[in-house]
């Protein structure tokens, strides 16, 4: 595949895994295994309603789901979707970590070259 | 305001010119990034990079050089629109800073402006690398998925 940045990355995904309240969310709900907004509320310095709105915005990206409980919803992880956020941001950096190598290579390449080439 | 870096740094065995050169002219470029590669290495000079068959999945990228001072620095913008002038918000900005290292030379890259483009993805990564805390609970579990689940691209 190309190493093209913008079509390694789901901007969807990494701006609703981008915001502290969410990340902190996606981390309570791999803790206890599942939660409400209710439940996840009690354990963050913000609104129930707040808590609702970011598990909204998880949901649309598939990072959560949730099942019906009572007269809220239980929430939890999905587990590929998170892999395969996690394989997006492992992406972003061994590919620049893949071009450094073949920068290194060419230059220490050629340098070899001008040193052999000064010796005769 | 730019946000998102990903850092990277690292010596190479070959003098700053040299070294200088890879990481500019197009002709070494394509030899370590796109396919192809068609700009002029000097500031403000636009042009563009292939990747692959742009009929066939491929792409063709924007690309503008931002600075280009031998053997310090050269830095680019790329992924803005065609026929947009490059600025921060619109696209990528590149860096290679280099230093004299002994026989060598320190090679620091960095790139910025991930704020349109999932930078979280780029500072998610780097503290996923370094083990740094925060994500106390959220890395360790990411560790091993990736390690075991096969993710469809």
């Known amino acids: 595949m190309s190493t093209a940045l913008g079509e390694q990355v789901d901007d969807d995904l990494w701006s609703a895994i981008g915001d ?3 990340r902190r969310l996606l981390d309570l709900l791999l803790i206890d ?6 439940t996840l509320g009690q354990q963050l310095p913000v609104t129930r309603q707040a808590v609702a709105k970011h598990l909204g915005v998880l949901d649309r990206v598939g990072l959560v789901w949730s099942t019906p409980a009572g007269r809220e919803k239980r929430y939890q992880v999905d587990d590929a979707q998170l892999a395969r956020a996690a394989s997006q941001l492992a ?11 073949r920068i290194k290579r060419i230059a220490e390449t050629i340098q070899r070259t001008h040193r052999d080439t000064k010796q005769t | 305001m730019e946000y998102g870096t990903i850092e990277r740094e690292l010596y190479i065995d070959a003098t700053p010119e040299i070294v200088f050169d890879v990481v500019s002219s197009p002709e070494h470029v394509k030899q370590w990034w796109p396919d192809d590669a068609h700009y002029e290495p000097v500031a403000g000079s636009t042009g563009t990079i292939r990747f692959g068959d742009p009929e066939n999945g491929g792409g063709i990228e924007t690309f503008t ?4 001072r031998p053997p310090r620095t050269f830095s680019f913008r790329w992924t803005h629109p065609a026929g947009e002038v490059a600025a921060p918000g619109n696209s990528l900005l590149v860096t290679f ?5 002994g026989a060598g030379t320190t090679l620091r890259m960095t790139e ?3 704020r349109e483009m999932g930078w979280e993805a780029a500072v998610l990564e780097h503290q996923y690398q370094d083990h740094v805390s925060g994500w106390d609970y959220f890395l360790p579990r990411l560790v091993p998925y990736v390690a075991t689940l096969s993710v469809p691209s």
């Open chain 1, 20 to 22: 502290p309240t969410r």
């Open chain 1, 33 to 38: 295994g599942h939660g409400t907004a209710t």
């Open chain 1, 91 to 101: 992406a972003v950096g061994s590919a620049w970590d893949a071009r450094l190598d």
């Open chain 2, 65 to 68: 050089v931002v600075d280009a």
């Open chain 2, 97 to 101: 800073e280099l230093t004299a290292s």
């Open chain 2, 112 to 114: 910025t402006g991930f």
